[in-house]
């Protein structure tokens, strides 16, 4: 990069994969910086495990190109693997072993052996609080512990960069929230962080998130920049006895956007915000009494509905 700008640890340029006649990634484009929490959100099925495969070197890409840390995926797969850690959407530890056995087989295969492996195993065992559980068999530990483990054995040989795929899927949200303090202490230290999720509010704690859907990468910003896409006051929270029919109607309405059904309570995105000042009378002449109209600040979970349907509406 110019003006003294630090390489990206990622590039890819139109980067495909296509299976047969199916286009699991199509024509991805995007950077990651050294040192931030790079967030891939999407539902199953949207291309997200597909590329973090390409770009660790597991997947050949059909068309396009990227690299990682300045080595091509295409033809320098060898040299990423040594640098990078990975962490599969798949627990790949042994559950037959104890936890320190398991670092040790993994810091043997990234080359970490005498003093230099001792060390690296007690970090990793203090910081993924497992000091008491050391001696323990894997399948013996909570889920959380688990997903703790597999990432600090990702990290044992100190990589710059490391790939998550779904790394909290399975666990509950008081252990997905400690596994995502651990990601923020890691991106505090310097370590560039790739993570695919389906959780919302994991997204959230990302620098910058790039939405998938089919393949493709729909919308690529910081959270607060990719909920700009609202001006102020256009979306607004229904809530009324009946949402099915509250949500027939909303969408029947002029100056009315899209509508999404959350629980049991509906967003709306309106063309104009002076258009929420009508709702509640439209709906109130169709049997839905007592309906309830205000302005929210949008989700992001907000945002992927809108670009979804804003691109499925460019592609009809």
């Not at 399975?170 to 651990?182: M, T």
């Not at 309106?270 to 302005?295: F, H, I, Q, Y």
Request: glycine share 10%.
């Amino acid at each position: 990069m110019n003006g003294g700008s630090p390489q990206p640890a990622v590039v890819a340029r139109d980067l495909t994969r296509t299976f047969g006649p199916f286009v699991a990634v199509d024509r991805v484009s995007f950077e990651v910086r050294p040192g931030e929490i790079f967030g891939f959100l999407g539902s199953n099925g949207a291309g997200k495990t597909t590329t973090i495969r390409m770009l660790c070197g597991l997947l050949a890409p059909s068309s396009g190109s990227a690299s990682v840390l300045g080595f091509d995926v295409a033809t320098q797969a060898a040299e990423i693997k040594r640098r990078i850690g990975y962490m599969s959407q798949r627990f790949s530890l042994y559950n037959d072993l104890t936890v320190e056995e398991n670092l040790r087989f993994w810091g043997g295969a990234y080359g970490l052996f005498g003093a230099e492996m001792a060390g690296r195993a007690e970090w990793a065992v203090v910081t993924a609080d497992l000091e008491h559980s050391r001696h323990a068999l894997v399948r013996s530990l909570p889920g959380g512990y688990r997903q703790r483990l597999a990432l600090v054995a990702a990290l044992l040989h100190e990589p710059p960069i490391v790939f998550l795929d779904e790394p909290t899927g399975g666990v509950d949200p008081e252990a997905r929230r400690r596994f995502w303090d651990l990601i923020d202490e890691l991106a505090a230290a310097g370590k560039t962080v790739f993570v695919t999720t389906h959780y919302m509010d994991e997204a959230e704690r990302c620098h910058r998130v790039a939405l998938m859907h089919a393949g493709r990468l729909l919308a690529l910003d910081s959270v607060p920049d990719l909920k700009s896409v609202f001006p102020q006051g256009t979306v607004v929270e229904v809530t009324c006895g009946r949402p099915a029919q509250a949500m027939a109607r909303l969408e029947e309405l002029p100056g009315v956007v899209e509508v999404a059904l959350f629980g049991e309570r509906l967003h709306v995105v309106l063309g104009d915000p002076a258009v929420g000042a009508s709702l509640a009378r439209s709906l109130d002449a169709v049997g839905c009494e007592n309906a309830t109209v205000r302005a929210i600040s949008p989700s992001l979970e907000d945002v992927f509905i809108h670009v979804i349907a804003r691109a499925e509406g460019e592609a009809a």
